[in-house]
């Protein structure tokens, strides 16, 4: 009966992914719409249940579950690096999460710089930079969390810095854990005339707990997601993990998505973890682009 | 990214995780060097082997509620049903716990069945009944059918074998361990019922003189708290809870028991007044220390009736290999990434250990085949019948009067035992404490006596020796003759060597003065080399009777005298480490001392005037043991080997 609950939810995520057509504003700032951690890049960026830190750029309710830090860096071309920080720690009956995102680019002579179009060398030199300070807890058997945010985004002379939130609920279900969070909730920024809009993005997701086959474990999330002005987009990973030793494992991802613009449909990547130390790698496909890859350090 | 960048990155990951990769090595297989082919080349013991197959042809059923959803055999193919019975005064669990398992098993604590395996002999009997529950484990993966082995070996020997299910006490409960000794009883009255019904198989064939009863892990906890519920009239935790059991329950076997779930009344409880046999492997991978050995301390024998208690450490042995369907991996099914398996006796060299030992103590005690006490004084007896490895092993019966157990005081002069002085001469050292187990933070519950020697003196001499060190205890007349001492008795202690090396005896003033004298050219300050670990220890016992004549015999004539079996339960060495204080347990080896034997090496020694006894360190240069638990005993003739 759950195996078929979660078959419903999968197809369901995927049939909202029908593309609708949509004019699409002007949204800033960047770095809120690059995926936040190496682990669910390689699981198509579905990450609402994740109990890793970077779980903070993906829904504020799971960092009552999510404990260590996270390091990443991901590489879009010769000129665009994201580089993240995210950690979390126990605070009385909650916990509280801090996060960096910092972006160096260099864009198109005009316009605002989006996904698209990173990697795409321009003459404009630009940085993003979000600060993020999160808590959750759980109430009712329901576990909350909101995220602070400040996010600044410069291009060439000029810059606009804002505040931002983000919220999120998740519970356990079934045998996994549901989570659902909108964030960027804020004003827009403005540069001169041109005025853009904080990228608000509605997700929900369902991320299983680890599934014993055998000598391996498997996991699985999926997610939906909805951005300001774009299309519903869906996203379903899974990993593969072995360990031969305890304290050590290997692990496999691949992802599937119904990609965002300039995203590519497959995500994959690779981790190993050695006790409290994981290293990661993710390799994000992009569409009409090479595929970015990024490397990430998890200390549990 | 160009081609070259990533061709770059990925060879520094892939550099990185093969780094990751060989971090991850399990440390080397490490173990004492093995003695069993010296220490087990004789059988003493001529009777036929106990853990082999007796004359009666064997019988099986099973007995309960006949409603069980999850269990086939106590569902469909009961042989007759039995009642459930209320163990919510001792199993206690959280409502959403409560709702879980009686939706998983279709009863609650309320309604528990009173579900059993038995093997039987075909015979008219009466036989002994023997009861065995098993311990936490998978609740899903039923244990009761893994003592199968057991139950065929007995009932061909003539003893009625129960194998009960307590599976659905398994899993996630703590503190539950109350309940299932509990159960054990309640499937004593329901055996009471049975042998009482004309139409039941077993109808009059129970011989009630003769219980045991048996339990592996949490189980063999259980056993020690139904032998006292068996005594007691009201349960210690609830008053209003009556318990009117009094079987007559004559031995109690502890198979790799824990001995932490369940304290009655929030005391450590003291057994009394049965025959008792612990056993425990060194590689448990669960149960990872000796805690069987704190309920064979415990044990008292105060009835004046005979009784004894043996407890077997056994080399190499795991925790679920005497048990067919928990079998190798202690820690699930997973497990084999965290334990280290290489270095298990096969599961049917273990197997075979328990089917010899128990059958042996069965036999001895409920079938009082007296020809098989020796082997629990001495493993040495029935060397041809124990699979190859080592063993360490207590023995203590009830002529057993104690001199010294530490535990009655702080005076180090002192014994347990008005009349008993205490002196040491040229000790490195010498002092009482506890005797830890292997978790940290964790002991036998026990005192004793660490006495360290190193009879070198430190210097240029390397082969300057001290007077040998020593540990005198000195009797007094009337003890000797109110305990009736005579040639029939002997001296017991329980000691363990360890692996410590006391630094040299700094030399006397004089010696240092000769020294000077020699001038130089000789280095003083090097120290001796510390000893070879693969020597073994030996100490000199000597006795001095009244009128100072005086026998000596090696310890190593009266068992194995080891330094602790080195022992690595799981693959990582730095998780083993912070698991565990040693790299071995601290099990002493009781060593009993017929006087005769003394007086067979010093004619002029008179057993009935003895005085002094004395441990001289004077066959190992330096070294340290543990010492307890020392006495004189009268014992039974029967448990003396018969002549090699």
């Known amino acids: 009966m759950h195996r078929c609950r979660l078959s419903l939810v ?9 593309p609708l057509l949509a004019q699409t504003p002007a949204l800033a700032p960047l770095t809120a719409q690059l995926p936040g951690g190496t682990r669910e890049l390689s699981m198509a960026n579905a990450g609402m249940g994740a109990t890793n830190a970077s779980v903070l750029f993906y829904n504020p309710a799971q960092v009552a579950e999510a404990r260590g830090t996270d390091l990443s860096a991901q590489r879009y071309g010769a000129s665009t690096l994201l580089t993240t920080l995210a950690s979390t720690v126990s605070l009385g009956e909650g916990a509280i999460g801090i996060g960096v995102k910092l972006l160096g680019f260099s864009g198109p002579t005009a316009g605002l710089g989006s996904p698209d179009s990173l990697g795409a060398n321009g003459a404009t030199a630009m940085s993003g930079f979000e600060a993020t300070l999160g808590y959750a807890r759980e109430l009712l058997g329901v576990r909350a969390g909101l995220n602070l945010k400040l996010m600044d985004q410069a291009l060439a002379a000029t810059h606009d810095r804002r505040g931002s939130v983000d919220v999120g609920l998740a519970r356990d279900l079934w045998r996994g854990v549901l989570g659902v969070s909108a964030q960027n909730l804020g004003p827009a920024l403005r540069y001169g005339a041109t005025r853009a809009f904080q990228p608000t993005r509605v997700n929900v997701g369902y991320t299983s707990d680890i599934l014993q086959a055998g000598p391996l474990d498997l996991d699985a999330a999926t997610s939906v997601a909805r951005v300001r002005g774009g299309d519903w987009t869906a996203a379903l990973g899974g990993e593969v993990a072995w360990s031969w030793l305890e304290g050590y494992r290997v692990a496999a991802r691949a992802g599937v998505r119904n990609p965002a613009a300039g995203e590519g449909a497959w995500t994959a990547g690779l981790g190993i973890s050695a006790d409290r130390l994981t290293l990661e790698v993710a390799s994000d496909s992009r569409r009409h682009r090479p595929a970015a890859y990024r490397i990430g350090l998890t200390i549990r | 990214m160009t081609s070259h960048s990533s061709h770059r990155l990925v060879a520094t990951l892939l550099g990185c995780g093969a780094a990751i990769l060989l971090a991850a090595c399990t440390q080397s297989l490490k173990l004492s060097p093995d003695d069993s082919q010296t220490i087990l080349a004789h059988q003493r013991i001529t009777a036929p082997n106990p853990g082999e197959p ?86 899903g993966d039923f244990s009761d059918p893994g003592y199968r082995y057991l139950g065929e070996l007995l009932a061909s020997r003539g003893f009625i074998l129960v194998s009960l299910d307590e599976n659905f006490l398994n899993g996630n409960l703590r503190g539950e361990n109350d309940g299932r000794a509990w159960l054990m009883l309640e499937h004593l009255v329901a055996w009471h019922a049975f042998t009482d019904s004309a139409d039941n198989p077993f109808y009059h064939k129970v011989d009630w003189d003769r219980i045991a009863i048996m339990g592996h892990s949490r189980g063999g906890g259980a056993v020690t708290h139904a032998a006292q519920f068996n005594r007691l009239n009201r349960y210690p935790d ?27 009344a929030g005391q450590w409880e003291p057994m009394e007044n049965v025959d008792f046999l612990v056993m425990h492997g060194s590689h448990d991978g669960d149960v990872s220390e000796f805690m069987g050995v704190r309920q064979y301390d415990r044990l008292r024998f105060t009835d004046g009736k005979p009784h004894f208690k043996s407890a077997w450490y056994v080399y190499r042995a795991n925790h679920g290999q005497w048990n067919t369907i928990w079998d190798g991996l202690d820690g699930g099914p997973r ?36 020809e098989y006490l020796p082997m629990f004084r001495d493993q040495r007896t029935i060397g041809h019948w124990l699979p190859r490895t080592m063993y360490i092993t207590r023995f203590q019966e009830s002529s057993f009067r104690t001199l010294a157990d ?14 008993v002085a205490i002196q040491g001469a040229g000790l490195a050292t010498w002092r009482e404490a506890p005797i830890p187990l292997r978790y940290t933070n964790d002991d036998q519950h026990t005192n004793a006596a660490w006495l360290g020697w190193n009879n070198r003196v430190a210097g240029a001499d390397t082969a300057a020796r001290a007077q040998p060190a020593s540990y005198t205890f000195t009797v007094s007349d009337s003890l000797v003759s109110a305990w009736h001492i005579g040639d029939t008795s002997g001296v017991v202690l329980s000691l363990a060597p360890t692996y410590t090396v ?38 000199t016992i000597e006795l001095v009777d009244a009128d100072g004549h005086t026998a000596r015999l090696p310890l190593s004539v009266f068992g194995p005298v080891r330094r602790p079996l080195i022992t690595h339960v799981l693959r990582r060495a730095d998780r083993e480490r912070a698991r565990f204080q040693n790299p071995y347990e601290l099990v002493l080896q009781t060593y009993p001392m017929p006087l005769a034997a003394f007086a067979r090496v010093a004619p002029s020694f008179n057993p009935a005037r003895l005085r002094v006894i004395r441990l001289v360190f004077d066959r190992t240069p330096a070294g340290e043991v543990i010492l307890d638990d020392v006495g004189l005993a009268n014992p039974d003739p029967a448990f003396r080997a018969p002549p090699g």
């Open chain 2, 54 to 139: 007796g004359p009666y042809t064997v019988k099986y059923l099973t007995y309960g509620s006949g409603t069980d959803k999850r269990r086939e055999a106590f569902r469909d193919s009961v042989a007759f049903r039995t009642r459930t019975v209320d163990a919510s005064p001792f199993v206690q669990m959280p409502p959403s716990e409560a709702r879980a398992r009686k939706k998983t098993w279709g009863f609650d604590v309320k309604h528990l069945p009173l579900n059993g395996r038995v093997w039987y002999p075909d015979g008219p009997g009466p036989f002994p009944l023997v009861l065995i529950v098993h311990g936490n484990h998978d609740p």
């Open chain 2, 502 to 539: 006391p630094p040299p005896h700094k030399p006397d003033s004089a010696a240092q003065a000769s020294a000077r004298a020699a001038g130089p050219g000789v280095s003083r300050s090097r120290a001796p080399r510390a000893q070879d670990d693969s020597v073994p220890m030996d100490l």
């Open chain 1, 10 to 18: 999968v197809a369901l995520s995927m049939a909202a992914a029908t």
């Open chain 2, 238 to 264: 609830n008053a209003k809870v009556t318990f009117d059991f009094h079987f007559n329950i004559r031995a109690v076997v502890a198979i790799a028991p824990v001995d932490y779930e369940y304290k009655p």
């Open chain 2, 335 to 370: 497990s084999a990434n965290r334990l280290d398996l290489r270095a298990l006796l096969s599961p049917e060299e273990q197997r075979q250990f328990a089917r010899v030992v128990i059958g042996g103590f069965l036999e001895a005690t409920l079938h009082d085949r007296k």
């Open chain 2, 406 to 419: 530490y535990d009655e005081d702080v005076d180090v002069t002192t014994g347990s035992t008005p009349g």
